[in-house]
DNA sequence: CATTTATATAAGCAATGGCTTATATATTGA
DNA sequence: TCAATATATAAGCCATTGCTTATATAAATG
């Protein structure tokens, strides 16, 4: 699999609102059981169940078994093809970079 | 327009890799007519047109018209609401971004 | 073992997307 | 005004996508 076919799964993965939904939440929640996900969302369990085996085929989440429960957390380098490519553009979001690197450097104090 | 739909937006319109393979050659040569754009694709010139459209329509690429040519070039604030995300997640690529730091600072110098 | 709970898979459907060919609309210049 | 060039739009086609309902699998528990 080629970077670029990396950075078009993981686009396309997040580019669909209702799983970029999904992954927004357990980014928040830290680690999530998959009926967790489900409820509360707008659409059914197949529906939540097959967004959550793209953003795994993506590499966005990873799962971990536990009894019958299965729990979802963000896998730390499935954004990294969205940042390695965005690294190309620095000059057209230089500005915006900035303000990351100040709220970076806040952060760390 | 909410943020979220620009978001889903810009990252549906960068998620085909022709279209984007269309961005990424108008960011390399800085300003392009369609026409040049259109000589080595492996598309047509409709389906250039068509891109072409989507990635202004995302607010990805501005035009400037010039007789009959069209030139474009990449829109600075383009790529914004993909960064602006991108930094609710720092965690999860907090390392790689110290990698863009660091570049950003040796292309300083 | 039987039932309940958690999740995945199958099948089908309506909507969307990207491409093509054909044609329309500028814009320029002879 | 006519022909050539540059780009856009229209229409149609096929593949993909996201959803649904129905069903299957897996694991825990009585």
Known sequence: MTA???LTSVLKTLAD????AVFERIAR???????GLVHGSKVSQPAVSQHLRALRDAG???ERR???H???R?????????VDWLGH???FWAERFENLERLLKETES
């Open 4 to 6: 670029a076919m990396q």
């Open 17 to 20: 609102p209702t799983r970029r």
């Open 29 to 35: 929640e830290g680690e999530v059981a998959a009926t």
């Open 60 to 62: 966005l989440v990873i």
């Open 66 to 68: 536990e009894g019958r």
């Open 70 to 72: 299965i729990h979802y």
């Open 74 to 82: 963000v896998a730390p380098k499935g954004l990294g093809p969205l």
């Open 89 to 91: 553009y620095q000059t």
